[in-house]
């Protein structure tokens, strides 16, 4: 049963919020916290050791920044998926947090069940926006591109993928709309993450779209 846990970490520096999310990962069937943080140097410190799949992560941090501490988590652990939890809306620190790895960016306030979606949806390849959020993403999307974009040496199936992925289908839902395989897929994937010198489907979604 262990193995059907979801193991969760939080790097808050406000203590009652981070208690508070503590005790919401706690108390819900299905995920277990493994640690919570008030600072990016602790969280760097102590999650490799515990492992999380996934953790909610404040930007707005006393010494290190949120984004900043994103940034050097995944460089250690590539696999870790990182949800923004967080009072800031401007596009500027969203993409600034995005670059940095994370695939998700939920705005302070929402339903505490809506954070636990967040967190199973990203852990099963999911990018979990607030809806406001999604907006503005879509907003800078649809601004004026240059003609010169980062994905103009992907191939044509590529390119489908890579939009598929933008849209929000999981790999599965992929196959499936371009009645290819998994495992095809997973190919496209990597070669799409080597040809735009990306990590994750989130940085090569904000590349590619930019």
Do not use: W
């Not at 299905?30 to 760097?44: N, P």
């Not at 930007?59 to 250690?76: A, E, F, H, T």
């Not at 790895?101 to 199973?120: D, H, N, Q, R, T």
Request: glycine residues 6%; hydrophobic residues 40%; proline residues 5%.
């Amino acid at each position: 049963m262990q193995s059907m846990v979801t193991r969760v970490s939080i790097v808050e520096d406000d203590q009652r919020i981070r208690a508070s999310l503590s005790l919401l990962i706690e108390s819900s069937p299905g995920f277990c916290c493994v640690g919570a943080y008030g600072t990016g140097e602790e969280a760097l410190e102590q999650i490799p050791g515990n492992l999380p799949e996934v953790v909610l992560m404040d930007i707005n941090l006393p010494s290190m920044s949120g984004v900043d501490c994103v940034r050097q988590l995944k460089n250690l652990l590539p696999a870790i998926q990182v949800v923004m939890l967080t009072v800031y809306n401007d596009t500027d620190l969203i993409f600034q947090a995005l670059r940095a790895g994370a695939s998700g960016y939920l705005l302070k306030g929402v339903k505490p069940s809506k954070i636990l979606e967040a967190i199973e949806e990203v852990k099963h390849g999911g990018a979990p926006m607030s809806s406001y959020i999604a907006r503005k993403v879509v907003q800078s999307f649809q601004k004026p591109q240059p003609l010169s974009q980062p994905a103009d040496n992907l191939s044509q199936r590529e390119r489908q993928v890579l939009d598929y992925v933008a849209q929000g289908y999981i790999n599965k839902e992929i196959a499936d709309a371009l009645a290819i395989s998994l495992e095809t897929v997973r190919s496209h994937l990597k070669s799409i993450y080597d040809k735009l010198h990306v990590r994750s489907r989130t940085e090569a979604v904000v590349k590619h779209l930019q």
